[in-house]
């Protein structure tokens, strides 16, 4: 979110039309759409909790197929996406914030190939709050969750979706705590 844009409240959530709604929410699940089309018809929402409870409950009901593909919607983190410098906005804050962009060339290389590993096994990228983690935290995650079922990854994957869910409705959404099913 652009530090000069206002937070909205969320009557001000309940009176946008769809098209607004989109482009407010669109990307508080990384790259979809559907997600934010899909609990719009839920207005009026109680509370931002609300709000969160009902994308929450969307992503719960969607097939493994759909889930998987709600993974394969983010970046790989510190990869090509990011060196290209075609990272969402949000995404580009995120990893800095944790130190993607400070690796170290080794820690880069490495990286890449435990994303490449990652991404063979489960046919998705290692998503982690990175906001709520530092890159040796990343990095050792990482390592350890390559050695989990790929059902036990799905969930994984799918609980940290639900993180940075939470936190960029924070950033977009006026100070009402987003305290919900982490």
Not at 76 to 89: I, N, P, S
Request: include cysteine; hydrophobic fraction near 40%.
């Amino acid at each position: 979110m652009d530090g000069a844009t206002a937070r909205k409240t969320i009557s001000e959530v309940n009176l946008m039309d769809y098209e607004e709604f989109i482009k407010v929410f669109g990307n508080v699940i990384e790259h979809c759409l559907l997600c934010a089309a899909a609990v719009w018809r839920y207005r009026p929402f109680k509370s931002v909790k609300h709000l969160y409870e009902e994308i929450c409950t969307f992503v719960d009901q969607l097939p493994g197929s759909g889930r998987e593909g709600i993974l394969r919607s983010h970046p790989d983190l510190a990869g090509r996406v990011a060196m290209q410098g075609q990272l969402t906005a949000e995404s580009t804050r995120e990893q800095r914030t944790a130190g993607m962009a400070d690796l170290t060339p080794q820690e880069r290389d490495h990286l890449l190939q435990m994303n490449k590993r990652y991404r063979e096994k489960f046919g998705f990228p290692f998503v982690i709050c990175a906001r709520l983690n530092r890159k040796d935290v990343i990095l050792e995650s990482l390592e350890v969750r390559l050695d989990n079922p790929a059902e036990v990854e799905l969930e994984k994957g799918i609980a940290e979706v639900k993180k940075i869910c939470q936190l960029r409705l924070s950033d977009l959404l006026e100070s009402e705590a987003v305290n919900c099913r982490l």
